[in-house]
Structure formats: structure tokens, C-alpha cells
């Protein structure tokens, strides 16, 4: 049995238990539609991302809601755990809801996900940073392959993963937020010497859990099987499976 495979296998058991049937499964949604910057196509990457999470057989459904505002509606509560896949640079129509859903939900319990440049989404709300742990800026290695290393082999999502290399946009600048974050991979980029930088992470926020990743450019640096596997088990830790 190969390292896919294997976890599938083992989120499959944490999920599934003895007797238990796929309705007790959590749902994730996938939300996206947005993207307010050259060179990221969210049509392409909520698919490859919906992909990735159905390999790993965590999540009685994963359903992709290609409209931000959705985030301010009844029905966005109703999921365990949310993808963001969007970057937006101005305020939704829907942005107060949307905010204050946002708290709801992680102050109910259930997770959240930021893939690549949805690090940054809500540039202008300041508690966001928080919530994410660090919050992207635009500044980064020019696309290509780089070493991800893995510094906290304790945690359940990276528990026996081994370093990779990706295929990716390498980002070194972000904003920190005030609360605790636990790094889980670093790289270190080529441009800026300055030591390395978190590629993915986790915050806990209230009751909710935060799974943070800066990886996942596109649908290719996405399919990278390190990354592929990374958010898997991320989305499954932040949705609760992992435990």
C-alpha cells in the first residue's frame, strides 16, 4: 500500500470507526470564485482541490460554491469544514455576514482552510490575519521547485511525511497575527537569505481550527503528491478527523 493510499486508509478508520455509517462523515465545502491577481485560476484549482480531498475518502461530500458571498449565508454553517480558494481586493456585497459568519463558525467548533493565495483574502479585515496566523503579501521566489521541509513531525497531519520538493510560488513575506501559530513545514527561499519561512501551519482560533498553507499556486503545484497529501491531512485535522 503506497503513502496515499495508507492515509486514506488511516482518516478513512479515524472517520468511519466500527459500525459507523458515511452520514456521521463531516462535510467540507470548497469555496472560490474569486481572484482579484494574474496567474491564479480558480476554476482550475477548487477542482483539483475537490479532487485531492474525495481521494482521501474523509468527507461524506465535498461541494464547491463558486461565489465568496456564500460564506454569508445559513447554508455555510451547515458545512464542518470550509476551503477558501479565492483572494479578493475589495469588500464582497455580502462582506459584513460574511465576517461575522466566519467567527460564528470557527467559534462553533468546525475548521477552516486557506489554500495559497487565500491567505490573504479579506486584505483590509484585521482580525483576518489572525485567524490565518500569517497573512500573505504579494512577494515571493519566481515559480519553480524548492525543498518543503517538515519541522514538527509530532503533529498529527505530518506524522511520518517525509521532505518533498514542490513545484510553487515560494512566498516570504507575510503579515503575523497576534495569536500562537504551529509551523509545520518550512522552505527556504533563494532570493531572500533570511532563514526560512512557513509553508504551512496551524492556528487555534476559539473552538475552531485553522489549517494554513502557502502552497498551492496552481492545479500543478496543487497535484504535487507532498502537497497533494499535505492538504488532505490538514483539511481532515482542521475538519476534526485527525485527532
Known amino acids: 500500500m503506497n503513502s496515499r493510499a495508507l492515509v486514506a486508509a488511516m482518516i478513512a478508520v479515524v472517520v468511519l470507526g466500527v459500525g459507523a455509517t458515511a452520514r456521521q462523515q463531516p462535510k467540507a465545502v470548497i469555496v472560490t470564485g474569486e481572484n482579484s491577481f494574474n496567474g491564479h485560476v480558480w476554476k482550475e484549482t477548487s477542482v483539483a482541490l ?13 461541494t464547491i460554491e463558486n461565489d465568496p458571498n456564500f460564506i454569508g449565508t445559513d447554508a455555510f454553517l451547515g458545512y464542518d469544514v470550509a476551503v ?42 484585521n482580525e483576518w490575519t489572525n485567524i490565518v496566523g500569517r497573512s500573505q503579501v504579494s512577494r515571493h521566489d519566481k515559480r519553480g521547485p524548492f525543498m518543503v521541509r517538515f519541522v514538527d513531525q509530532t503533529s498529527v497531519i505530518t506524522k511520518g511525511m517525509k521532505d518533498y520538493e514542490a513545484d510553487d510560488e515560494l512566498y516570504w513575506d507575510s503579515k503575523m497575527g ?9 522552505a527556504r527561499s533563494n532570493i531572500h537569505l533570511n532563514g526560512d519561512f512557513a509553508q504551512a501551519l496551524t492556528v487555534n482560533y476559539g473552538n475552531g481550527r485553522v489549517f494554513m ?11 504535487i503528491p507532498g502537497t497533494a497529501e499535505l492538504v488532505r491531512r490538514g483539511t481532515a485535522w482542521a475538519a476534526g478527523v485527525l485527532k
Open 84 to 125: 477558501f480558494d479565492f483572494r479578493n481586493a475589495k469588500p464582497f456585497a455580502n462582506d459584513a455576514a460574511m465576517q461575522a459568519n466566519i467567527l460564528k463558525y470557527l467559534e462553533a467548533g468546525k475548521g477552516l482552510v486557506t489554500i495559497h493565495w487565500a491567505n490573504n483574502a479579506f486584505p483590509y479585515w
Open 178 to 186: 497576534y495569536r500562537p501559530t504551529n509551523t509545520l513545514a518550512v
Open 50 to 62: 475537490k479532487a485531492i480531498l474525495d481521494e482521501g475518502k474523509a468527507f461524506s461530500s465535498v
Open 213 to 223: 498553507t502557502q502552497l498551492g499556486h496552481d492545479a500543478k503545484a496543487l497535484n
